[in-house]
């Protein structure tokens, strides 16, 4: 069965991006729970690898804890942890990444969705309470800021979370972006990335642009055909009518 992905969700040129990501977090979050039920503090790396699990095939089993016990791999899970224990606040979108998360929003709301949009969904428990009153502050000011279509962010279904450096959750959240990543979008996003999709897009229009352009003089060229060949074909009718008519007159003429 072939399943395809609703372009008015993520459009075509988008699709294998958006997939190849969500398929990323999938590896990732299942990883993760694994680690997590099987590496236990105190256990060896044998007695990790004798609890493979049986939905693992054993090869990756083995790669696995392999990673999991290697020292630069755990120098960077305790670095990695210590900045979130830093974290002030944490978001709620659990095992769903953000990609996933604002497409359902874009899809329920009909149009793409902000970072600052986003911030409200996931920044909330399961009741819709916000997680802080710090987070609360931040949501009310994100929805002033919103009702004013002036300095809203326009974009169409599938391009991914709409931001900008001067968005309603930069003007909220204060300080300028960082190079190499985008706040508000969970996962560390190059802004080189941001532009090359700009850019690409801008591509895809000029290209559109340039087929249409070109499919408009080919129809004018074979208009300039058609008209061509009308007219040799109305001469040579013509010559035919008047051949024939000269014809009957000579014949006319001589049975007098």
Known sequence: MRYIIDPNIVAP?????????????????????????????????????ASHPSTVMKAQWIEMVDYWFNQKSVTLSEKNKASRDKQEEISRSGAKSLAQISDEMAKAKGSAVERAEVYQQVYRTKDGVPISTHAE?????????????????????????????????????????????????KEQVAQSDARHR???????????????????????????????????????????????????HEVDNGNK
């Open 13 to 49: 040129p988008n699709q294998m991006a958006w997939a190849m990501h969500l398929l990323g977090e999938l590896r990732r979050n299942r990883r993760m729970k694994l680690k997590k039920a099987h590496v236990k503090t105190g256990l060896t790396r044998e007695q990790v690898l």
């Open 198 to 248: 700009e850019e690409l897009a801008q591509s895809e229009a000029r290209h559109r642009e340039e087929l249409a352009q070109s499919e408009a003089r080919h129809q004018q060229q074979m208009a300039g055909v058609m008209k061509t060949v009308r007219d040799m074909i109305n001469q040579i009718s013509q010559g035919a009518r008047d051949v024939s008519s000269q014809f009957y």
């Open 137 to 185: 502050e931040n949501m009310n000011r994100m929805t002033e800021l919103l009702n004013d279509s002036s300095i809203r962010l326009q974009g169409e279904i599938g391009r991914g979370i709409l931001w900008s450096n001067d968005d309603v959750y930069a003007r909220v959240m204060g300080r300028p972006e960082r190079p190499g990543r985008v706040r508000g979008l």
